[in-house]
């Protein structure tokens, strides 16, 4: 480490005359890290230089007592729900609940339909995903993305949020409507990881509404138009589920470098 010489630290306390740009910063960023040449520095400063300094500190002490007390500090609460939650979450997982709530009415109101529940549930954590890690939702998305805790392991913990509310619900209507836990669970799931995956290339946002957009169009709709359940909900298609939600599973930690990106499509 070079240290400044005395004639520059000198020049330097009398204003720098003489001293380029690059010089004074370079002294000055040395400065923030010697003591020795801070020690030197005060050294050279002139009689009405420390006198002005030492007005300077009485002011500063007098304007500290006379100020309120420092801002309470976050707490480690304020800190998790920032990495776990994003309060725009809220109320999209509420509308979650609610339309797994009208299918289960449906389900018992209509038992000649199609489960209601079954077909809601490769989609109904979509939404919450979509809004989980967005720069269109979330008003703090470009200050936490340049953090070092941003990337897909958040993504993923805000994920796991969505699902910590999604799966219990899906849980509940699938016990109350009698339907197959594995094929309410499994394609939610497998839709999830898929979601993933995909908004790595084109952003989670839009990810899910494609792919939210693809079930109803291949497969609520038309199951509900023809009062028949698709075979992609039917028992046979337990094994295949679960080899999406684990093959999808198995490709998402590949999808990290782009959540670390600002320039991607979320």
């Known amino acids: 480490m070079t240290h400044p010489t005395t004639m520059l630290l000198a020049r330097y306390a009398d204003g720098g005359p003489g001293l380029d740009d690059a010089a004074l910063w370079s002294i ?26 030492d007005r300077v500190a009485v002011s500063l002490d007098r304007a500290l007592e006379a100020s309120p007390s420092p801002a309470r500090q976050r707490t480690r609460a ?26 289960m009415l449906l389900d018992a109101v209509e038992p000649s339909l199609p ?12 939404p919450g995903v979509a809004v989980a890690w967005s720069r269109r939702t979330d008003p703090a998305w470009e200050l936490i993305a340049a953090t070092p805790a941003a990337g ?59 792919l939210a957009l693809t079930w109803c169009a291949a497969v609520l709709l038309p199951s509900v138009a023809a ?9 046979g298609s337990t094994a295949v589920w679960a080899v999406t939600t684990v093959a999808f599973a198995a490709l998402t930690p590949l999808a990290a470098s782009p959540f670390r990106r600002l320039r991607s499509g979320n």
């Open 28 to 53: 000055e960023v040395h400065l923030d890290g010697c003591a020795d040449c801070r020690a030197q520095l005060a050294a050279e400063a002139t009689p009405a230089t420390r006198d002005l300094l």
């Open 78 to 103: 304020g800190a998790v729900h920032r990495r776990w939650l994003a309060w725009t979450l809220l109320p999209w997982l509420a509308v979650t609940a609610a339309v797994l709530g009208c299918g």
């Open 115 to 126: 489960s209601l529940v079954l077909l809601l549930a490769p989609v109904a954590p979509l």
């Open 152 to 210: 897909l392991a958040m993504v993923l913990r805000r994920t796991l949020a969505v699902l910590l509310v999604v799966l219990p619900a899906l849980l509940v209507a699938g016990v109350s409507t009698g339907c197959s836990l594995a094929l309410s669970l499994l394609p939610c799931l497998a839709f999830t990881a898929a979601t993933l995956v995909l908004g790595a290339l084109i952003g989670v946002q839009r990810a899910a509404i494609a």
């Open 227 to 235: 009062r028949s359940l698709s075979p992609a909900l039917q028992p």
